[in-house]
């Protein structure tokens, strides 16, 4: 798997998380179509993990932090559409203090 791959970088932010971002838009339109497959890979990551997602305070987004294969994950479905993404993630970036090469999109 390539998040397994990914994961065992040495790249490594300052307080040792990863953002896992599934981008995706929001209502029924979009619910089962192509363009939210990012966000049913979150969902499909939180489920395996047995966690459940939580608004964020600070950003437009439902996080999951938790660990996989050992490393600090936060998983990440942004709450906008996928071109207004990067505010909530530049956002969560900031907040868990992570470096761009520790996100995954």
């Known amino acids: 798997?390539?998040?397994?791959r990914n994961l065992q970088s040495n790249t490594v932010s300052e307080n040792g998380a990863w953002l896992v971002v599934g981008l995706g838009?929001?209502?029924?339109?979009?619910?089962?179509?192509?363009?939210?497959?990012?966000a049913m890979v979150i969902d499909e990551l939180v489920l395996q993990n047995s966690e459940k997602l939580t608004r964020?305070?600070?950003?437009?987004?439902?996080?999951c932090e938790t660990r996989i294969n050992g490393e600090q994950?936060?998983?990440?479905k942004p709450l906008s559409y996928m071109n207004e993404s990067g505010g909530p993630v530049k956002a969560l970036a900031k907040f868990y203090?992570?470096?761009?090469?520790?996100?995954?999109?």
Request: proline share 8%; net charge positive; no cysteine.
């Open 25 to 38: 838009n929001p209502g029924p339109t979009y619910a089962s179509t192509r363009h939210n497959i990012g």
């Open 97 to 105: 203090k992570v470096s761009p090469e520790q996100i995954i999109v």
């Open 56 to 63: 964020h305070k600070r950003a437009l987004a439902d996080v």
């Open 1 to 4: 798997m390539h998040l397994q």
């Open 73 to 76: 994950v936060v998983l990440v």
